[in-house]
């Protein structure tokens, strides 16, 4: 019933920025809450950030607190994630789900190289 569906993805230098988005086929964002996670190939998906469905609490892995930040437009339907001074090792394909729910969204490719 429900798809995710990320865009925003892209080739850019180390230091730059992207922001990835994440919309919802229905209303849903109001009330549960989304994370980020990012996979790279042969390796363990890795989880990136979470918003709460008020939008009003936000966690993030250590690897990107205080580069990364996660927000939600109620209005929009739709999660975003700010990423900024990238780095090679952020180089992923990145997905966004439900927190609470096995639902997916198909992802989005990331590249950080010069």
């Known amino acids: 019933q429900v798809q995710l569906v990320e865009s925003g993805g892209g080739l850019v230098q180390p230091g730059g920025s992207l922001r990835l988005s994440c919309a919802a086929s229905r209303i849903i964002f109001r009330l549960h809450a989304v994370s980020w996670y990012r996979q790279v190939l042969g390796a363990q998906r890795e989880w990136v950030a979470t918003v709460s469905a008020g939008g009003g609490n936000t966690d993030y892995a250590a690897s990107v607190k205080g580069r990364f930040s996660i927000s939600s437009d109620h209005a929009k339907n739709t999660v975003y994630l700010q990423m900024n001074s990238l780095k090679p090792e952020d180089t992923a394909v990145y997905y966004c789900?439900?927190?609470?729910?096995?639902?997916w969204g198909q992802g989005t490719q990331v590249t950080v190289s010069s």
């Open positions: 789900k439900l927190r609470d729910f096995d639902v």
